[in-house]
């Protein structure tokens, strides 16, 4: 029986590491661990190569420090063998381009910012081949990303009301506005394959979240099937009511047993044209990230738990990608009733 899956997704991973700018003589890393996808680590390997770099595939042992389950939550510390072997780092840090194909990655550990802070790119990739292929960057994003971030860094509150109740206000001064657009080409940058969103990390909010049905609780990577009220206050959750989702939250948030398991996190809006708002419904939870959910144009995506901005570490972290959001930021209407204003 011979194992093609890889061959099939060569083109794309050729494709991605063209988008992140490998040049014939660099060094690429995949870096895995045993739970990952075989196919994704020769893929890489292959793309690399076909791009004319050096490449090494390192495989470390899976586990996490986290006190919480975390797969695939996006707020996982990465794995304990590279938080604990200076090796494993000083490789990383050698290298060009990481290609990340563990489970959790390492987005908010501090080991992630001493390995860019060194020049690496890293790019992580944990969704499902067709999620991957049908949201492979496109020229052009990086574009949208930034234009979206400028408007961001020079703009001091941005609103988002809904239909369903959600009225939020939020200070943007001193949010670090930021973007993912899929690949990684500037030295020590990181990002995520697939991804298009423009985010910022705000200290203070207020007002209502009303999560309407269909909107997306991650990691759970359920639909909510009845409405759930959020009363916020000064960037923290005072209150959530509502139905079954309300419970789930309220638990989540008391299970925690973390100081900032209801302080508001990242917030911003999703850009990912191809992004498929049913991908939550149509796979397997252990064969996503989530990506789609987090990324879908036109969402407003928000957060709670990390802040590093203000230096709290969490791993008590909720995406919850909301439709039908109208998101304004200095009286600019980027997203109308869910709707990107630049369609
Ligand atoms: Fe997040």
Redesign the pocket.
């Known amino acids: 029986m011979f194992d093609l899956s890889s061959v099939d997704l060569l083109d794309a991973f050729t494709r991605e590491l063209t988008m992140c700018r490998v040049r014939p003589g660099e060094h690429v890393v995949v870096l895995s661990e045993p739970a990952s996808r075989g196919d994704y680590v020769a893929a890489a390997f292959g793309a690399a190569k076909a791009c004319g770099a050096h490449v090494i595939s390192a495989t470390v042992p899976g586990g996490s420090p986290a006190p919480i389950p975390s797969t695939h939550t996006?707020?996982g510390p990465g794995l304990t063998s590279v938080l604990t072997d200076t090796t494993a780092q000083d490789l990383l840090k050698s290298a060009d381009l990481v290609v990340d194909l563990t489970q959790e990655g390492f987005i908010h550990a501090p080991v992630q910012q001493e390995i860019l802070r060194a020049g690496t790119r890293i790019v992580f990739v944990c969704d499902a081949p067709d999620v991957l292929i049908r949201n492979l960057p496109q020229d052009g994003d990086k574009d949208r990303c930034l234009q979206a971030a400028d408007l961001l860094k020079r703009s001091a509150d941005m609103r988002v009301t809904s239909r369903a109740g959600t009225d939020l206000s939020v200070r943007l001064e001193g949010s670090r506005p930021e973007f993912q657009c899929g690949y990684a080409d500037d030295p020590g940058r990181w990002d995520h394959w697939p991804s298009t969103m423009v985010l910022c990390w705000p200290e203070i909010s207020n007002g209502r979240i009303v999560l309407a049905e269909g909107d997306i609780l991650l990691p759970f990577k359920e639909y909510v099937r009845e409405p759930v009220t959020l009363e916020v206050r000064d960037g923290h959750i005072e209150d959530v009511t509502g139905g079954a989702e309300a419970k789930l939250l309220t638990t989540f948030f008391e299970d925690a047993d973390d100081q900032w398991a209801r302080s508001l996190?990242?917030m911003g809006w999703g850009l990912m044209r191809g992004a498929d708002w049913f991908a939550t419904a149509l796979y397997g939870k252990g064969d996503l990230m989530g990506m789609d959910a987090r990324a879908f144009a036109g969402n407003f995506l928000w957060?709670t738990g990390p802040h590093p901005v203000l230096g709290r570490e969490s791993y008590a972290?909720l995406?919850i990608a909301m439709r039908g959001c109208t998101v304004s930021v200095d009286g600019t209407e980027t997203v109308t009733d869910g709707v990107l204003a630049d369609r």
């Open positions: 996006g707020a996190s990242h957060s972290h995406d």
